[in-house]
């Protein structure tokens, strides 16, 4: 039976390199040696290639500069949850494929989600420790008490993909984000001591990314980085428990190829990653 695909939205990559790569990682490339961007263009020059220092990951490949590149994926059911998941990414290239179909490496499905885009831009990726470029915050909270202190506090829920979300404000100055934050913790510990999550998520590139998801089924959002747009993917972290757990220290690794798609007389060359049917032991 045929894989059905849906759009997940597009990339640039007006460097003519586009990468796949851990959110959770990009901005430590530079400080083990090269910045990513290095690493990548030496990687596509060669036709591609996977890119991995300490827990850093991601491949590199050539891609057209002047047009947006279509990324979609197929879907499994979640072992989870039975919600779809990922089996298979495939991003649009722009350039043609006469060739057969090249194995670049593996890559694990990182925790903190995946990112998708030109590798010159992601240069600039801010990640969970990075300052805000706008300077704002959200504040969720949640918990065994959160009515209880959306009674006294107020706030909004935030909704998320297939249901309610937590309470909490969007887009607020850091200073009042974080005392926010700190009024609330104070109210639990007092009249608790615990039973209450804050979370304070500055407006980084990674949690920006990870915002953009919030209403998608594939937890999918498009942002801009270094004046491209860029493509970040989440996981629920049911799904990422039962199917990838451990990472590549417990082999959790998927081939990514670069081969020919349907488009053209020629084709045109994809880069796809694909993550295989979740299988339990007895099967």
Partial sequence: MPEIFVDLGSVDAPSGVLVLGMAGWIDHWPELGQPLSERARKAALSGGGHLREWLCEAVAVPAAADRPLTVRASTSPSPFDEEPSIATLEIELGLPWHGNPVRLGDLPVDRCGMVIGDAVALDSWTGLDGDPADGLADVTYWGRYGDDAHAQFG?????????????????????????????????????????????????????????????????????????????????????????????????????????????????????????????????
């Fill in 155 to 283: 706030g909004e829920r935030i909704a998320r993909h297939g249901g309610d979300g937590p309470y909490g404000w969007l887009d607020l100055p850091l200073a009042e984000a974080t005392a926010r934050a700190a009024e609330l913790a104070a109210w639990c510990d007092r009249l608790h001591g615990k039973g209450l999550m804050v979370s304070v998520d500055e407006h980084t590139d990674f949690h920006r990314a990870y915002r953009a998801g919030w209403h998608h089924p594939l937890r999918a959002g498009a942002i801009e980085v270094g004046g491209c747009q860029v493509l970040g993917l989440g996981w629920g972290p049911g799904d990422h428990s039962m199917r990838h757990n451990g990472e590549r220290v417990t082999g959790q690794v998927y081939p990514v190829t670069l081969e020919a798609g349907e488009t053209g007389e020629t084709g045109e060359m994809l880069m796809r990653w694909t993550i295989p049917p979740y299988e339990t032991e007895d099967e």
